[in-house]
């Protein structure tokens, strides 16, 4: 079995394109394939010591779901339903998509409910990532200058995407066992 979990929830399909990039660069015995959080239960999750979570934000800062008037069940619902689950001893890293320049006031808010959700679950969550080269006015996301995980706006900055997730991937590295 895989040792690392790869969930995701989308609206466009963005968010599973960079769940696929991720997962590229890694086999079969080091990480699952992505799975859309609307097809995951709590075991699916509950199976890896390692998560990797991946989520947009839409409307006004919100998860996709029916907090933000999705047509399909994502993260919204899913937290709804594995509230109370424990994710202690679980190592989670997060990442989200964006648009800083119409969302600069929200950009990739949808990380911090990711990130209060699982930390609140007992959850060790790593992979906090620079504000650096982003311009947004604000984001709750943003915890002691940093992202409280990948930050990623394939709207303006779709180049600069892959060396992200690059640098993201190394910086977690230690936490999640793997070689540099």
């Known amino acids: 079995m895989a040792r690392i979990g790869l969930f995701f929830g989308t609206n466009s399909g963005s968010t599973r394109k960079i769940a696929k990039q ?3 660069r890694f086999d079969d015995d080091t990480m699952a394939d992505a799975v859309n959080i609307n097809k995951a ?3 699916d999750l509950l199976k890896y010591d390692f998560l ?18 999705c047509d399909e069940e994502s993260w919204a619902e899913a937290i709804e339903k594995f509230k109370g689950t424990s994710f202690a001893g679980k190592t ?14 929200e950009f990739v808010d949808g990380l911090i409910l990711l990130h209060d ?3 609140d679950a007992g959850a060790k969550v790593v992979g906090y990532w620079p ?16 992202f409280c995980g990948l930050a990623i706006d394939n709207d303006i900055q779709p ?9 993201w991937l190394k910086l977690i ?6 070689p540099l």
């Open 92 to 105: 989670v890293a997060l990442f989200g998509l964006g648009d800083q320049d119409t969302y600069g006031h």
């Open 41 to 43: 239960t709590v075991e």
């Open 159 to 167: 180049d600069m995407t892959a060396e992200r997730v690059d640098g």
């Open 22 to 24: 991720i997962k590229k």
């Open 117 to 119: 959700f699982f930390k």
């Open 131 to 146: 504000t650096d080269g982003y311009t947004f006015e604000t984001s709750q996301s943003v915890i002691d200058g940093k």
């Open 173 to 178: 590295a230690p936490d999640f066992g793997l």
């Open 52 to 69: 990797i979570c991946g989520t947009p934000t839409l409307g006004d800062g919100l998860l996709p779901g029916i907090e933000a008037e």
